[in-house]
């Protein structure tokens, strides 16, 4: 059996009575019925049919107790019927978009395990043994990857190849530990109710990436497998938009990770801001035959108010995201917040406050002294920066406490 560019077989395969193919069938998963092949469908008239015709032989040829589900997404060109007749059952999803698709696809599959793949004739609906024996052998995300198996002349944009697929991919293994290769394959296998338990939400491109992060957090047994990709049959230009859609992955691997979206930039910030701030309170500093004085002062009261005010964010976005359920509840995070009561943080806000307010209160009755008429610009800049930086950070703390414990209120 070999597949054409358009996903079309140059012979029909046979079907047996173990597979489920009966477009009429509805209702909840069936017992006994193994795997759902799930195919998004969106105006795929061209490819759809080879497609499942493809995924029909797979099963029959390895008795496979299955099925194959198109989520069409509002198909115009005719898709449903093609699809039906070449023997799949189609679920019209109303709610546009890629992840959303899916996602109406996992809830109408009857399989205990899915494998869902493009229908644009990209991917081997004949060879999906692998993935297959993967979820038999106890995984519950099985994921392809193209960079191992295979990338045929054609099939994949250079802007795709060498810089979005690799960087988003480094990048989702920087943030969460994920021990993915390759972030976008649309081919991947998975545990029927495992992912339905991670509340998928996105309903665009970026659901590929939200189906991976959240399995990695969620600690869900992930494995890996080598897969070509095949140039699309269509004759028509793709759903995806490279930079729209790549921006859209990025934005939510960003929003996923308040560490790395606030805290270590915060960190990094509030630590050199402190080093420089203790450093040119006591005088001037030079450094490679350059002198560094009050305005590098003032820069670095600057990138202590910004990296507390980041790091504030880095807990309220991740308390939020626990009590939403976007995020997994964090022991870590909780053994940190144990001790950080209201009080504790008032009282901290207030001695940074008092700090601040007193250094103020000192230099204006430096400038009493002097009938307030001019100063040393420098002397004050010494001593005010700091005083300024202390009364903000307070103030900061002080509304940031309160917010924390409003995000703690029980609620049902």
Same mark, same amino acid.
């Given at each position: 059996m070999t597949k054409s560019r358009g996903g079309s077989l140059h012979a029909n395969p046979v079907m047996t009575d173990s597979?489920?193919?009966?477009?009429?069938?509805?209702?909840?998963?069936?017992?006994?019925?193994?795997?759902?092949?799930?195919?998004?469908?969106?105006?795929?008239?061209?490819?759809?049919?080879?497609?499942?015709?493809?995924?029909?032989?797979?099963?029959?040829?390895?008795?496979?107790?299955?099925?194959?589900?198109?989520?069409?997404?509002?198909?115009?060109?005719?898709?449903?019927?093609?699809?039906?007749?070449?023997?799949?059952?189609?679920?019209?999803?109303?709610?546009?978009?890629?992840?959303?698709?899916?996602?109406?696809?996992?809830?109408?599959?009857?399989?205990?395990?899915?494998?869902?793949?493009?229908?644009?004739?990209?991917?081997?609906?004949?060879?999906?043994?692998p993935f297959l024996d993967a979820l038999r052998g106890g995984s519950q995300l099985v994921m392809g990857n193209r960079f191992k198996g295979g990338i045929k002349p054609g099939a994949m944009p250079p802007l795709h190849r060498y810089l979005g697929n690799p960087v988003l991919s480094f990048i989702g293994r920087l943030f969460f530990r994920s021990p993915i290769g390759d972030f976008h394959c649309g081919l991947r296998g998975f545990d029927r109710d495992a992912i339905r338990k991670l509340d998928l939400r996105t309903t665009g491109m970026e659901f590929a990436s939200e189906m991976i992060v959240k399995a990695t957090l969620a600690k869900l047994r992930i494995s890996e497998v080598p897969t070509v990709l095949f140039p699309d049959g269509r004759s028509r230009a793709p759903h995806l938009r490279s930079w729209r859609d790549g921006w859209r992955h990025l934005r939510f691997l960003l929003m996923f990770s308040p560490n790395w979206l606030f805290l270590y930039p915060g960190l990094g910030l509030a630590g050199a801001g402190f080093l420089a701030m203790v450093a040119l309170? /006591?005088? $001037?500093?030079?450094?490679?035959?350059?002198?560094?004085?009050?305005?590098?002062?003032? %820069?670095? *009261?600057?990138?202590? +108010?910004?990296?507390?005010?980041?790091?504030?964010?880095?807990?309220?976005?991740?308390?939020?995201?626990?009590?939403?359920?976007?995020?997994?509840?964090?022991?870590?995070?909780?053994?940190? /917040?144990? $001790?950080?009561?209201?009080?504790?943080?008032?009282?901290?806000?207030?001695?940074?406050? %008092?700090? *601040?307010?007193?250094? +103020?209160?000192?230099?204006?009755?430096?400038?009493?002294e002097a009938h307030f008429g001019d100063l040393e610009v420098r002397q004050m800049m010494r001593l005010l920066v700091p005083s300024a930086t202390a009364l903000s950070v307070g103030t900061q703390l002080g509304f940031a406490a309160f917010f924390k414990s409003i995000l703690a209120l029980p609620h049902r």
């Open positions: 597979v489920m193919t009966d477009s009429t069938m509805t209702g909840p998963r069936t017992e006994g019925c193994e795997l759902t092949i799930l195919m998004p469908c969106l105006n795929e008239a061209e490819t759809l049919p080879g497609c499942v015709r493809l995924a029909r032989d797979f099963l029959a040829r390895h008795g496979i107790a299955g099925e194959i589900l198109v989520a069409d997404n509002g198909s115009t060109d005719g898709s449903q019927a093609l699809a039906e007749e070449a023997g799949a059952r189609v679920v019209a999803v109303g709610a546009k978009g890629y992840g959303a698709a899916l996602s109406g696809g996992i809830d109408a599959a009857r399989g205990r395990s899915i494998i869902m793949a493009d229908s644009d004739g990209s991917y081997d609906f004949s060879n999906l043994m309170t /006591l005088g $001037p500093v030079r450094i490679f035959g350059t002198t560094f004085d009050v305005n590098s002062q003032l %820069l670095s *009261g600057t990138a202590i +108010i910004l990296g507390v005010q980041s790091g504030i964010f880095s807990i309220l976005a991740r308390q939020f995201s626990i009590a939403s359920g976007l995020l997994p509840p964090s022991r870590r995070l909780a053994a940190l /917040l144990r $001790p950080l009561t209201l009080e504790r943080l008032l009282i901290l806000a207030g001695l940074l406050f %008092l700090a *601040g307010l007193t250094g +103020i209160a000192a230099g204006i009755s430096i400038w009493k």
